[in-house]
């Protein structure tokens, strides 16, 4: 993920109809407080716009962040798989791609309504990265061809990563998990060669006479250039300058009043929350494309101060909430600013996937912004927690999803699926109007997004809560 990660991968819908019809879809467009600015798109431009943004984000960290190595002899003779995975499709083929339904119902009874994402899995996941991780500091010229394998759905033995001749020197892991979108035959004959991930694992397993390969997950790896701005302090006195004003204007805003009047509301009905578990809110660019990261941190050390205050007006002696970070762009000087920034640095952790993912339990507000539309983050969730969903984390912040368990089709863009649809109707309760009404002052505004603020969107708006039901057996 890149900064790009944080804008708009699907326009956040609110979706009235029958599971099998696309509905009605009613955008919902933030406000801004004593202002008159206000705009309108169409569906399509939104539509078309979310597309090109999902496409530059899915190979936005190779582009901004990653020095591609092509040197070298002798090991492996094939294509370079770490580099140049996407295609540059038009507009109209990617919105084509991205919406392109397939049965989910018929595929989870194929395989018995297993879950896919489970503890197991994920830790094997973690094995492997540790693995490839390992090999990072050994010289290029003592490292051997090595190959990982994994299992797909149908059971089959599957390459999953290979070291070769392209990615000798690389320093960098990227997890790329499958959606359940991806993992359908109809979609990889279709539309596999739009998939990063699904390109990935044909690369790997060239000589598979298997169309589909449906493995959950495969793994990138490539040499990433770090831009180190931790060792320019005139730099880091620019970051730190810019995220105090953005404060100032946070805490003066009513943007940070609603947002804690709706977590002292939330902190009642909700499961003591014990630790937050951030994933892709992104490093800080003072970039205006990409600054309003820092207004999603700003939230975040609101929500948590909140939460905080709540409940130690009964247990004085309760333990800070924790702070997990999991984003693969982070760098050095996020982790400085950040801990700085939040007056509480040690109880922020930055951690790698999958370790945020494997961090999540029932004390946990889970809490994402603009994932793009290929990492099925609340998948995962469903499938991790499916066998005793009261262990499942006791908040949730996400994409804005259909949510439906009488619907059978789904595409790339819905993000949800059958599984995630019964974890979230049967055991949680989606905030009624969600971030609706929350909106950001014109000065702060600017500050988050530059001269084209009147164009851009507040990210809480885009977001649903949903809150586990507390048993009361």
């Avoid at 359908?184 to 790997?204: K, V």
């Avoid at 760098?331 to 640095?345: A, M, T």
């Amino acid at each position: 993920m890149t900064p790009a990660t944080f804008m708009p991968t699907s326009k956040s819908p609110r979706r009235n109809g029958n599971a099998n019809q696309p509905g009605t879809i009613l955008p919902i467009y933030p406000r801004t407080i004593n202002s008159q600015h206000s705009f309108w798109m169409s569906l399509s431009s939104v539509r078309k716009t979310s597309i090109k943004l999902t496409a530059d984000v899915i190979d936005g960290l190779r582009n901004l962040s990653v020095v591609g190595d092509n040197s070298g002899e002798g090991i492996d003779d094939e294509e370079n798989t770490n580099s140049d995975l996407l295609d540059d499709p038009d507009e109209e083929d990617l919105e084509i791609v991205f919406g392109y339904p397939v049965d989910l119902i018929a595929q989870e009874n194929q395989h018995r309504r297993r879950p896919i994402y489970t503890r197991g899995l994920l830790n094997d996941v973690k094995l492997c990265v540790d693995q490839i991780r390992e090999g990072f500091s050994i010289g290029p010229a003592q490292r051997d061809s090595q190959n990982l394998y994994g299992y797909g759905l149908n059971h089959n033995s599957y390459k999953i990563w290979r070291l070769d001749n392209n990615n000798l020197n690389s320093n960098f892991i990227q997890v790329e998990y499958l959606s359940r979108v991806e993992m359908h035959p109809e979609f990889q004959h279709r539309y596999g060669i739009h998939s990063d991930q699904i390109r990935a694992l044909r690369e790997y397993n060239k000589d598979s006479k298997n169309d589909c390969i449906d493995t959950p997950y495969t793994f990138i790896t490539f040499d990433r250039q770090y831009l180190n701005e931790h060792q320019n302090t005139a730099k880091i006195q620019e970051y730190w300058a810019a995220m105090m004003h953005t404060k100032r204007l946070w805490k003066e805003s009513s943007s940070r009043r609603k947002l804690r009047e709706e977590f002292e509301e939330t902190a009642k009905r909700c499961a003591p929350i014990t630790q937050v578990v951030c994933f892709g809110l992104g490093a800080l660019n003072l970039n205006k494309k990409f600054y309003h990261s820092a207004i999603q941190y700003m939230a975040v050390f609101s929500i948590i101060q909140t939460l905080n205050e709540f409940y130690r007006q009964t247990d004085s002696n309760r333990p800070a909430i924790k702070l997990v970070l999991q984003d693969p762009n982070y760098e050095i000087k996020d982790h400085q600013i950040l801990k700085r920034l939040s007056n509480d640095g040690d109880n922020i952790s930055f951690v790698s996937d999958p370790e945020g993912l494997l961090a999540i339990d029932a004390g946990t507000l889970v809490v994402t912004a603009f994932l793009p539309v290929q990492m099925p983050l609340v998948q995962i969730v469903a499938d991790l927690f499916s066998k005793d969903p009261t262990e499942g984390p006791a908040a949730i912040i996400c994409d804005i999803m259909t949510v439906d368990v009488e619907k059978r089709e789904y595409s790339l863009s819905d993000r949800a699926s059958p599984a995630v649809a019964r974890f979230l109707t049967n055991h949680y309760e989606r905030a009624e109007d969600g971030f609706d009404d929350h909106g950001l002052e014109d000065e702060l505004m600017a500050d988050a997004y530059g001269d084209d603020w009147e164009n851009r969107f507040y990210w809480l708006n885009w977001m649903d809560l949903w809150v586990r039901r507390i048993d009361t057996n």
